[in-house]
Each structure stands twice: as C-alpha cells, then as structure tokens.
C-alpha cells in the first residue's frame, strides 16, 4: 500500500530563513509525487510535481522539491521564506489503482513564518 | 486562474436537511472528479471518486446512501448530504485533472455546518 509521511506537523521559521519541510514515501511500484499548499478556508494549490526526468523540480512562489528515490522522499525547499508563505503544505503521491487516479495524502506541514 | 470551481463556498443549514454541492470543471473536460473531506487541522480523505456516466466508486467506509454523486456532464459533479445531521460538519473540497497523469486541481472547497 502506497503511504507517505511528513515529518513535521508544525515548522516555525523566521522571515527570509530557509526552510525544508520533509516528505518521505512508501510504494512498490513508480509513483508520481505533489506538493500542494492549502490557505485558510481554500483547496489545495498545486506547487509542483515529479513525474519523470529531472529529479529536481521547481515550481511556483520559489519553491523547489528533490525526488530521492534510494531514500523514498520528496523534500520541499525554499532559500527565502515570506509572511506570505504561512500556510499548511501537502505532500502527496499518486498512484492507479483499479484504474483510477489517486492521491494519498500527508498528514501536512503548517508552515509559520514570524516577522 | 482556478480551473475548478466550487459552490457554494459556505453552508449552514438545520438537522435533517439535504445539501448539494457543485464542482465544475472550468476549462477542460473531466470525466472523472474526485470528493474528500477535510477534518480540522487534519489531512484530506478521499470520499469518492466521482466518474462521468457511470456510478462513483466510494472509498471504505464512506456510505454512498448518504453522500450522492452525481457526474452528469463532463464539467460538472454533484455531491448531497442526505439528511445531513451535525457530525457531517466538515470541510468538503472536490478536484478534477485533464488526465490520468496529470495533476488535480482542487476548488475552493465547501464549508458545511449542521445546527
């Protein structure tokens, strides 16, 4: 069965540090891997995907994610955070099942950043 | 600009009444839609997913009684609560992709509160 596991429930980070919020996941077969953000009271916003080539990938508002497969993760980064990234972030795999697309979920990350 | 759209975006209604909520597909054909619920400070759980022309394939334990989907076109899916009663209170938030490998796009979910 396809899980995947943030790591963080909560990561606090000053305004302009870095951050790294971690993803690691568990499939038998190849999988297709998202992070997306979610502000109050709003669905899901697509950051950025991994689906083939690159194992780097980079996506909207500067942040960019790693697809490691020996380690099973898909790390999330950002060299410079702003008051505007506060939000809570998703990771998530998808994968066909009884041909259908899924996705599973984490838990998710809620992001603070103070001034 | 958001490719899916939700409505309504906020509901509060009495004990025992039956609440529909919309999902359409902006600009692209869907002919598969997909229904979570969302907890407080929780994940998403996927409900259904929602297949145009044909019967929604519900997830375990989630009872297709209750919660009806219809996907009677390719751009848009229904869901009802069916006498909807306080513990149905949640966060419901729909999503469609172009393709099987394609990411989701998710609305701005519906927020529904049962008095």
């Known amino acids: 069965a396809q899980s995947v596991t943030q790591l963080d429930s909560q990561v606090p980070v000053f305004e302009e540090a870095p951050v790294e919020l971690r993803c690691n996941y568990s499939?038998?077969?190849?999988?297709?891997l998202f992070w997306y953000v979610q502000y109050p009271n709003q669905g899901l916003q697509l950051l950025l995907k991994?689906?083939?080539?690159?194992?780097l990938v980079k996506g909207i508002n500067g942040f960019e994610a790693e697809f490691n497969k020996s380690q099973t993760s898909f790390h999330l980064r950002k060299p410079s955070v702003h008051i505007s990234d506060t939000a809570e972030y998703f990771c998530?795999?998808?994968?066909?099942?009884?041909?259908?697309?899924?996705?599973?979920f984490g838990q998710g990350t809620r992001l603070t950043i103070n001034p | 600009g958001a490719v899916v759209s939700q409505h309504p975006s906020w509901v509060i209604c009495k004990s025992g009444t039956s609440v529909k909520i919309e999902c359409r597909s902006l600009?692209?054909?869907?002919?598969?839609m997909f229904w979570y619920r969302q907890f407080p400070k929780q994940s998403l759980m996927l409900m259904a997913t929602?297949?145009?022309?044909?019967?929604?394939?519900?997830e375990q334990g989630v009872e297709k009684d209750k919660f009806l989907i219809n996907h009677a076109s390719l751009t848009l899916s229904t869901l009802t609560v069916t006498s909807a009663h306080p513990e149905d209170s949640s966060f419901y938030i729909c999503?469609?992709?172009?393709?099987?490998?394609?990411?989701?796009?998710f609305g701005d979910g519906t927020r529904l509160s049962i008095l």
């Open positions: 998530a795999v998808s994968v066909v099942l009884g041909g259908a697309q899924k996705l599973v």
């Open positions: 929602s297949n145009e022309g044909s019967k929604a394939t519900y």
């Open positions: 991994y689906l083939s080539g690159s194992t």
């Open positions: 600009d692209f054909q869907a002919t598969t």
């Open positions: 499939s038998s077969v190849s999988v297709y």
């Open positions: 999503s469609a992709n172009r393709g099987r490998d394609q990411p989701q796009h």
